[in-house]
């Protein structure tokens, strides 16, 4: 069964950084497709960064300080957060999928397998 755990989030100060891991436990699975979304509490979840072979995608409100990267065995997706601030505030989730539907870089619908969320707090 394809699982995505991730890790790395926590509480930090406005301006600061972090980075998140994601690790795919399935190792006959490889993803072509990696996704990271978030959820502000009460709101919507919505799409930060996606990776697609060579490709990027950003939501506007993170371009220039977040970098999505993927190791080259396909089995970990990374989110590197600078410059950041109370607005990043949610829960995170990892996203993976292969040879899926595809409705956009950065639609929920794309995507087939989800972690659990990890908890990233910024302090003003």
């Known amino acids: 069964q394809v699982q995505l755990v991730e890790s790395g989030g926590g509480s930090v100060q406005a301006g600061g950084s972090l980075r998140l891991s994601c690790t795919l436990s399935?190792?006959?699975?490889?993803?072509?497709?990696w996704g990271w979304f978030r959820q502000p509490p009460g709101k919507e979840r919505e799409g930060v960064a996606a990776?697609?072979?060579?490709?990027?995608y950003y939501a506007d409100s993170v371009k220039g300080r977040f970098t999505i990267s993927r190791d080259k065995a396909a089995k970990m997706a990374f989110l590197e957060m600078n410059g950041l601030n109370t607005e990043d505030t949610a829960t995170y989730f990892c996203?993976?999928?292969?040879?899926?539907?595809?409705?956009?870089?950065?639609?929920?619908?794309?995507?087939?397998?989800w972690g659990q969320g990890t908890q990233v707090t910024v302090s003003s």
């Open positions: 996203a993976a999928a292969t040879a899926y539907r595809y409705y956009g870089p950065l639609d929920r619908r794309s995507f087939k397998y």
């Open positions: 399935e190792y006959t699975y490889t993803v072509d497709y």
């Open positions: 990776i697609r072979g060579t490709s990027t």
